[in-house]
């Protein structure tokens, strides 16, 4: 299962969700920062889900003037393989990124102030991703589910380390 059909598959498991809601909470919790799903895939991944019978989609009529929205619920199919690829995703060690160490073995080609200069660039975006995320957490607050505190703060972590 890809990364992106497991990120979605467990945001419909906390309840049904349709697809704009789905964008909405990605941003939300900032799971760009680890995951890759942009705004226009996901509907691609929500039929390719529904096409593997994952999950099924129902009209629900819309509160105001805008039109039904397409609502997605879990399989049981779709609970036992979103089951099964959470416990590998957890039990399973990945590498880490290959961009950065790539760029670490042509190192000593680059001329020393580029590199610095560059190594700087870098360190400010995960000062920038560390300070987003942070805000986003603290928009949260309290009534965040315990694996939201859990994804930031490991994510803090990891940016913290690197």
């Not at 593997?52 to 397409?70: C, D, F, H, I, M």
């Not at 609502?71 to 290959?98: F, H, I, K, M, N």
Request: proline share 3%; with cysteine; aromatic share 10%.
């Amino acid at each position: 299962m890809k990364n992106a059909d497991l990120a979605i598959l467990g945001l419909i498991v906390e309840q049904p969700r349709y697809g704009y809601e789905i964008e909405q909470v990605i941003e939300q919790r900032t799971m760009r920062n680890w995951t890759e799903i942009g705004f226009s895939s996901i509907y691609h991944i929500l039929g390719r889900l529904e096409k593997n019978n994952y999950v099924t989609a129902r009209l629900q009529e819309s509160a105001g003037r805008g039109p039904a929205r397409k609502v997605y619920e879990l399989t049981e199919d779709g609970r036992a393989a979103w089951y099964e690829a959470t416990l590998d995703a957890l039990s399973t060690p990945v590498r880490c990124d290959q961009s950065f160490f790539l760029g670490l073995v042509g190192l000593p080609a680059v001329p020393r102030d580029e590199a610095l200069l560059a190594l700087e660039k870098y360190k400010q975006h995960l000062n920038e991703r560390r300070d987003q995320a942070n805000a986003r957490w603290q928009e949260i607050g309290d009534d965040s589910f315990y694996v939201v505190d859990a994804m930031f703060d490991h994510s803090l972590h990891l940016v913290d380390a690197e």
